[in-house]
């Protein structure tokens, strides 16, 4: 049984501006909802379908690897499915992100881009392949 209607992510920032110019601006996700008040301000933004990916350290050691060399992400990364990697990749920069490796083919045939945003919270950026 699956109770979970929908699967959000709550990222506080240090730079809600810079955080905005990224993942709104730059990455083209939709404002939903804009809930700013005296309090605090706060945007919902539609990232699409949401899955929740789990590994273990030597799977996130061996996906750093992979895609920047070195094991370099935390705790938590986020992986978004985009049309085309460099393209996004490219987007991001403009809007404040900063290229972490050059993109790669995997091996499993996904081209990824790693890239940071402003806030240092790593992406992956993953165009799947034909396989």
């Known amino acids: 049984m699956n109770d979970v209607q929908e ?3 709550t990222l506080t ?7 905005v110019k990224l993942y709104r601006d730059g990455l083209g996700l939709p404002q939903v909802a804009d809930w700013s008040s005296e309090q605090g301000r706060v945007l919902l ?3 699409g ?5 789990l590994f ?5 050691a061996m996906v750093d690897d992979l895609e920047v060399g070195r094991r370099v992400s935390g705790k938590v ?3 978004l499915q985009v049309a085309d990697a460099d393209v996004t990749a490219a987007s991001l ?3 404040g992100a900063t290229p972490v490796a050059d993109a790669v083919d995997t091996p499993w045939g996904d081209r990824n881009a790693r890239m940071a945003a402003p806030d240092g919270m790593q992406l992956t950026l993953f165009t799947l392949g034909d396989g």
Do not use: G
Not at 56 to 60: K, T
């Open 7 to 9: 699967f959000r992510i």
């Open 13 to 19: 920032v240090d730079d809600f501006d810079a955080a």
């Open 45 to 47: 933004l539609d990232a």
């Open 49 to 53: 379908r949401a899955t929740l990916e």
């Open 56 to 60: 273990d350290e030597a799977q996130a």
């Open 77 to 79: 990364r986020f992986a």
């Open 93 to 95: 920069v403009r809007a």
